[in-house]
């Protein structure tokens, strides 16, 4: 048994999916949040000890992406799929659908997990 058990673990490591954990603070009723869209929003963003290191708010203006892998972590992407225009959400994003190993700059280590409060303003798609 002890011999099966390492080869268990090990299986088990490798197909375990890193996952986002999603509280939905404020219900949105505009437009759906989906990939590909741009969006503009308001966010915070901590590390894990509690150490802000981004907010649209203290820049005085929000935020405008489009939702695709070359803008944006996977973990927004992930977290803000089916937000309604209106909707605050918070984000629990862990470093592999973050920046994994790399630092970002002086404020974000490697391996970081990620906490976001992003708050939805608006939703543009092609079909607007």
Do not use: C
């Not at 999916?17 to 741009?38: F, S, V, Y």
């Not at 803000?80 to 592999?96: I, N, T």
């Amino acid at each position: 048994m002890a011999v099966i058990m390492p080869f268990i673990s090990l299986y088990e490591e490798r197909t375990m999916q890193p996952e986002i954990k999603i509280e939905e603070l404020i219900e949105g009723n505009g437009k759906t949040a989906e990939r590909g869209a741009l969006i503009t929003a308001h966010y915070r963003g901590w590390l894990e000890d509690g150490t802000e290191f981004d907010s649209s708010y203290k820049r005085g203006e929000p935020f405008q992406v489009v939702l695709s892998n070359k803008r944006v972590i996977q973990g927004w992407i992930l977290g803000l799929k089916d937000m309604k225009v209106g909707g605050k959400r918070k984000l629990w994003v862990p470093a592999a659908l973050a920046y994994g190993e790399r630092q970002i700059g002086t404020m974000i280590p490697a391996n970081s997990n990620l906490i976001f409060e992003i708050e939805l303003l608006d939703v543009l798609t092609r079909d607007d």
